[in-house]
């Protein structure tokens, strides 16, 4: 394989991207200057090497805990559980929520495969327990698998803590099937706003 072949086989991964697109990007790429891909190179091997998941929240970080967990003025009695760590950034750029998170690392899908020991619902259980906290609020995405994660967790919770703690949903105003990650702030302030506790 040549190394134009390597490079448009690796970046036709990702999303969005496909053999098209790669090959129009190799080339672009072949056309700047070296430093310009050398640089492109080092900012993939530091992110490989730096960022990991949080030893509390699993969120990206950095550092040992991630910056929410580091905060001193954020709430750590309040935890809004999300599927993925993309989307603690579209819920921070609504601005409004002060607790802290815990991401799941993905939701309970059957069909591929994913199942709740696939997720961090234990380490979740295992936090509310620990922390004195008062509320998890669920935000999982408004699809069938995010609302079945949704109960599967508030269940999980509900069994382990009784009623030491609220376990709430986001309200459905965000579109059905949508992505929390692409919801405007507005909504999703809307849709935690208006959070109701699970039966
Ligand atoms: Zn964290």
Request: aromatic share 4%.
């Amino acid at each position: 394989m040549s190394a134009i072949d390597d490079l448009a086989t690796e970046l036709s991964k990702l999303p969005g991207i496909g053999r098209k697109t790669a090959l129009r990007l190799t080339y672009h790429l072949l056309k700047q200057r070296p430093e310009q891909s050398r640089r492109l190179a080092d900012a993939l091997t530091t992110l490989a090497e730096r960022v990991r998941p949080c030893v509390r929240c699993f969120n990206l970080s950095e550092e040992e805990l991630c910056g929410v967990c580091r905060d001193p003025r954020r709430d750590p009695t309040v935890i809004c559980v999300v599927e993925e760590a993309s989307d603690i950034g579209a819920i921070e750029r609504a601005g409004e929520f002060r607790g802290v998170y815990h991401v799941l690392g993905g939701r309970l899908s059957p069909l591929d495969g994913v199942g709740p020991e696939d997720l961090t619902i234990t380490a979740l259980v295992d936090r509310a327990g620990q922390e004195g906290v008062r509320e998890v609020i669920l935000a999982t995405n408004p699809s069938l698998e995010g609302e079945a994660t949704a109960l599967f967790v508030q269940r999980g919770l509900a069994s382990a803590m009784g009623a030491q703690i609220a376990v709430t949903r986001i309200a459905r105003g965000l579109p059905v099937g949508g992505d929390l990650e692409y919801a405007d702030g507005v909504t999703i302030a809307q849709a935690l706003a208006a959070r109701r506790e699970m039966a």
